[in-house]
């Protein structure tokens, strides 16, 4: 799948449900995702657009709700892309998530880059009214850099938005072209994972 960056996913926040559509530059739909309510082991099929006619992604969770589950990342023929997972408590303060591929080894870590903005964010988003205010004020971002340690490969930003939560990712640096979907959509889990900040 060609990526032309920068990304804008969108996740409608007034639904019952979570569903995310991811845009390229050209605001031409790449992905889409409506998340089923209520379940207590996370299952996440990842369409190609709105009419859910053709999946392209599965992600599942290797277990019901826990701090430091993994996600398995697949191709609707069922072949394993990788893995997400996030790092348990460590991700308390700062959002943290490591990127592994078919054979368990790590190839990105993705965190998020204040914790200081995560705690405001968090607090002042509990208020009545100031909660409103959050989206304008405050925006998480998040990088992910290599296994190497090499220089972040992309970024995700929450952008400005009343009714709706969105967030643009760019690409800052080389990556493997096999990797790129894999660190996409494991982006998109790790939202969705982190969608009740807003």
Request: hydrophobic share 45%; charged share 25%; net charge positive.
């Amino acid at each position: 799948m060609p990526l032309h960056y920068p990304l804008d996913l969108r996740f409608k926040l007034l639904a019952i449900a979570s569903q995310i559509e991811v845009r390229d530059a050209s605001d031409k739909v790449l992905l889409y995702v409506k998340q089923k309510a209520f379940k207590l082991k996370e299952a996440v099929t990842v369409y190609s657009d709105r009419t859910m006619g053709t999946a392209l992604y599965r992600i599942d969770a290797d277990r019901m709700i826990d701090w430091s589950a993994q996600y398995a990342i697949t191709q609707s023929d069922g072949r394993l892309l990788g893995t997400i997972r996030r790092k348990g408590m460590r991700s308390l303060w700062r959002a943290r998530y490591e990127i592994t591929g078919t054979n368990g080894a790590l190839l990105y870590s993705v965190q998020e880059a204040s914790a200081l903005i995560r705690i405001l964010d968090g607090v002042l988003g509990e208020l009545p009214v100031v909660n409103l205010l959050t989206g304008y004020l405050f925006h998480p971002s998040y990088v992910v850099v290599p296994a190497s340690g090499a220089a972040p490969v992309m970024r995700a930003t929450k952008q400005p938005a009343l009714f709706e939560g969105r967030f643009r990712v760019e690409r800052l640096g080389d990556i493997d072209g096999e990797h790129e979907e894999l660190v996409l959509l494991g982006i998109l889990m790790m939202l969705l994972l982190e969608r009740v900040r807003g």
